[in-house]
């Protein structure tokens, strides 16, 4: 999560052209990265971004308190994307998602496994451990109350625990080098 100062965020409210595009650059790499984790591809991804990017220059004059902004963005983000799946889910059917269309820096293992998860457990799973952020944050951006969100969580992570138990028995284990190391 790349931190926006909180007077680039002022300054593009007040409508100039060229903060509001100095706040779009500076939102773009979390924009993107939330988009690809829950539309699961990189150029639908890259069209969602670009969609709530546009709708962030049309209305952030109508943001109420900069310290929202986060909130807000990602708001309009988790909406454009689940929108984009509904729309591709009415013109193809549902399809895996290729290892190809994976970003390659995360374990294939954990997309497969986010990729089996309903949206309702997906979206909060990426909020919180892609995004970092809290369950009253999650609350807020998907607007359903906070006792939710950690609800969703439990149930993501029994989902998740069976099907990454490899992965999170290893991390457990001493490992080698640390338990020889003088």
């Given at each position: 999560?790349?931190?926006?100062?909180v007077?680039?965020?002022?300054?593009?409210?007040?409508?100039?052209?060229?903060?509001?595009?100095r706040?779009?650059?500076?939102?773009?790499?979390d924009?993107?990265?939330?988009a690809?984790?829950?539309?699961?591809?990189?150029?639908?991804?890259?069209?969602v971004?670009?969609?709530?990017?546009?709708?962030?220059?049309?209305?952030?004059?109508?943001?109420r308190?900069?310290?929202?902004?986060?909130?807000?963005?990602?708001?309009i983000?988790?909406?454009?994307?689940?929108e984009?799946?509904?729309?591709?889910?009415?013109?193809?059917?549902?399809?895996?998602?290729?290892?190809?269309?994976?970003?390659?820096?995360?374990?294939?293992?954990?997309?497969?496994?986010?990729?089996g998860l309903p949206?309702?457990?997906?979206?909060?799973?990426?909020?919180?451990?892609f995004?970092?952020?809290?369950?009253?944050?999650?609350?807020s951006?998907?607007?359903?109350?906070d006792?939710t969100?950690?609800f969703r969580?439990?149930?993501?992570?029994?989902?998740?625990?069976?099907?990454?138990?490899?992965?999170?028995d290893?991390?457990?284990?001493?490992n080698?080098?640390?338990?020889?190391?003088?």
């Open positions: 999560m790349i931190p926006i100062p007077d680039l965020i002022e300054s593009a409210k007040g409508g100039e052209t060229e903060y509001v595009e706040l779009v650059i500076a939102i773009w790499p924009a993107y990265r939330l690809l984790a829950i539309v699961g591809d990189r150029q639908g991804a890259e069209d971004a670009q969609e709530a990017c546009i709708i962030l220059y049309r209305t952030i004059g109508s943001l308190s900069t310290e929202a902004f986060r909130s807000w963005f990602y708001r983000v988790v909406r454009e994307a689940s984009h799946k509904r729309r591709r889910s009415r013109l193809e059917p549902v399809l895996a998602v290729a290892s190809e269309n994976v970003d390659q820096t995360a374990s294939i293992d954990i997309w497969r496994a986010l990729s949206d309702h457990l997906r979206d909060v799973v990426v909020l919180r451990y995004e970092d952020l809290s369950s009253r944050e999650i609350a951006i998907l607007r359903i109350p006792g969100v950690r969580l439990m149930i993501a992570r029994r989902r998740l625990r069976p099907l990454l138990g490899e992965a999170t290893t991390a457990t284990q001493p080698e080098v640390t338990t020889h190391a003088v």
